[in-house]
């Protein structure tokens, strides 16, 4: 029998600028680093977090 292996997967809380893309995006590669240095697997985001648009639902 195999051992599997522990999976890191962080959820970003990011706080996001309507319709600006790029300063967005700047944040989302920020925290993409920052886990990427605690040895995470896979990072989730918000849905539209590129866009900035908060859900509401």
């Known amino acids: 029998m195999v051992e599997s292996e522990r999976r890191r997967l962080p959820v970003a809380q990011v706080n996001t600028w309507v319709g600006d893309g790029s300063r967005n ?3 989302m590669i920020q925290r993409i680093e920052a ?3 605690e040895k ?3 990072m ?3 849905e ?3 866009a900035g648009y908060p859900p509401d639902d």
């Open 48 to 50: 539209m977090t590129l």
């Open 35 to 37: 886990t990427e240095r």
């Open 44 to 46: 989730v985001f918000p």
């Open 25 to 27: 995006l700047e944040r």
């Open 40 to 42: 995470a697997n896979l």
